[in-house]
């Protein structure tokens, strides 16, 4: 059984900063990709950032000069630095990763169960 569990979503003003925390637990064996999405109502889902084993990083055009991905590899744990948020980055931001177990070597993408962050004055 793998958890991720996410912290850090919450309220902000336009220009403000958060930083989103997603950290996996369970019968781990590996963990390859990471990464956030976010849903807004009404929008499909769509791939803020990712981030592989070895570090490389992609984002998608809105965020890029923004938002900064990393990871703790130490810790299973990936992390989201959002900066100069605007009010259409207001979305539930859901972490995933592609983990190994110890039961199912193949990895499988697993969700963590989602973070509100509001843009608002």
């Known amino acids: 059984q793998v958890q991720l569990v996410e912290s850090g979503g919450g309220a902000v003003q336009p220009g403000g900063s958060l930083r989103l925390s997603c950290a996996a637990s369970?019968?781990?064996?590996?963990?390859?990709?990471m990464g956030w999405y976010r849903q807004a109502p009404g929008n499909e889902r769509e791939l803020v950032a990712g981030?592989?084993?070895?570090?490389?990083?992609n984002y998608a055009d809105s965020v890029k000069g923004r938002f900064t991905i990393s990871r703790d590899n130490a810790k299973n744990t990936v992390y989201l630095q959002m900066n100069s948020l605007k009010p259409e980055d207001t979305a539930v931001y859901l972490c995933?990763?592609?983990?190994?177990?110890?039961?199912?070597?193949?990895?499988?993408?697993?969700w963590g169960q989602g973070t509100q962050v509001t843009v608002s004055s």
């Open positions: 981030i592989s084993d070895g570090g490389s990083t």
């Open positions: 369970g019968n781990i064996f590996s963990i390859n990709a």
């Open positions: 995933y990763g592609l983990i190994s177990t110890t039961q199912v070597p193949r990895p499988a993408r697993y």
